[in-house]
């Protein structure tokens, strides 16, 4: 059974702060990826990375970083935490290949910057 | 980069009717057309995927056609009930990227 863990379910941050959201996966995956999502915004894809030490921007990466220093573990990090970053956060793995395959969410984490 | 577009935002219809939910893509270089379905306050799963050379496929209740001419891909449900109820996404794949749509509310009315 796949596993796709993050951190902690819920988190409350003081702007400006630094916050380090994590993710595991226990299925030796090669892609991980970290959304936010957002009420009629659907999932939003911040970034993602298909192997260790390797990312790429995804649609909304201003105000994040990311960081894969071991192939299961992909950690979102919010620089100077502000209002606008209180949301929902998903992250989530595939297999990479010629077949692209399903991708397994986290639990979430919902962030509020106060 | 890779602009999906869902619609409707929101679908309600009565129990036993059939629900359609339409996406559009923007590159043509996408090969794999996910759905997924998230219940309220639990993780979205995939229901249903098609691949590029495929042009449709059924599960039970559930079918996807894709359009690769005209970048467009539709979930089926039929007859609906009530545990169908849910956010929907559909999702393409481009190069390891992962791309969803806005998502769309079903609301199956007992």
């Known amino acids: 059974d796949v596993k796709v863990t993050q951190s902690s379910r819920y988190l409350v941050k003081r702007t400006g702060e630094k916050v380090f959201l994590e993710c595991v996966q226990d299925?030796?995956?090669?892609?991980m990826f970290w959304y936010r999502q957002d009420p009629g915004l659907g999932l939003r894809l911040i970034y993602f990375?298909?192997?260790?030490?390797?990312?790429e921007k995804g649609d909304i990466p201003e105000g994040y970083s990311v960081s894969r220093e071991k192939k299961e573990r992909f950690s979102l990090i919010l620089e100077s935490a502000s209002t606008n970053q209180t949301s929902m956060y998903l992250c989530?793995?595939?297999?990479?290949?010629?077949?692209?395959?399903?991708?397994?969410f986290g639990q979430g984490t919902r962030l509020t910057v106060v | 980069g890779e602009n999906v577009e869902q619609h409707p935002s929101t679908l309600s219809v009565q129990e036993g009717d059939s629900a359609v939910i339409k996406c559009t893509y923007s590159d043509s270089a996408s090969n794999y057309f996910p759905w997924y379905k998230q219940e309220l306050g639990k993780r979205p799963q995939l229901i249903i995927d098609i691949r590029s050379n495929v042009g449709e496929k059924k599960d039970q209740r559930i079918a996807v056609t894709l359009n690769k001419t005209a970048k467009h891909f539709s979930l089926h449900i039929t007859e609906t009930q009530p545990e169908d109820s849910a956010v929907y996404f559909c999702a393409c794949t481009s190069y390891g990227k992962l791309t969803f749509g806005q998502g769309t509310i079903l609301t199956v009315h007992p």
């Open positions: 990375s298909y192997d260790v030490k390797m990312k």
């Open positions: 299925m030796d995956h090669e892609n």
């Open positions: 989530a793995s595939s297999l990479w290949g010629e077949e692209n395959t399903e991708a397994f």
